[in-house]
């Protein structure tokens, strides 16, 4: 894996867990440094693909880790309270 690529997989974990850990209102991710956090951890995934294919590595997707992750979030779902709501944001 390249610096760049480090680097960006960097900023966008710190990212992610600022998000996560920040003040539970979710209000304020709408206000000024929120959202630059936001933005950046939206951005972060299509950028390190980006470098990753332009650094002429093989790409493959990781699909046994893919159907353990879409297995996880479909019996999440359905064994939540809000059923509904979370089978409707899982599938899509």
Known sequence: MASAEKAVLVVG???SAIIT??????SRMYAFPGDSFYWIA????????SLHVLGNA???LPLRAW?????????????SPYRSVALLWSAT
């Open 42 to 49: 939206l951005l972060v995934p299509p950028l390190g693909l």
């Open 13 to 15: 974990l710190i990212s």
């Open 58 to 60: 093989r790409y493959t």
């Open 67 to 79: 159907l353990w992750a879409l297995v996880a979030l479909l019996i999440s779902a359905v064994l």
């Open 21 to 26: 850990l920040w003040d539970p209102g979710s």
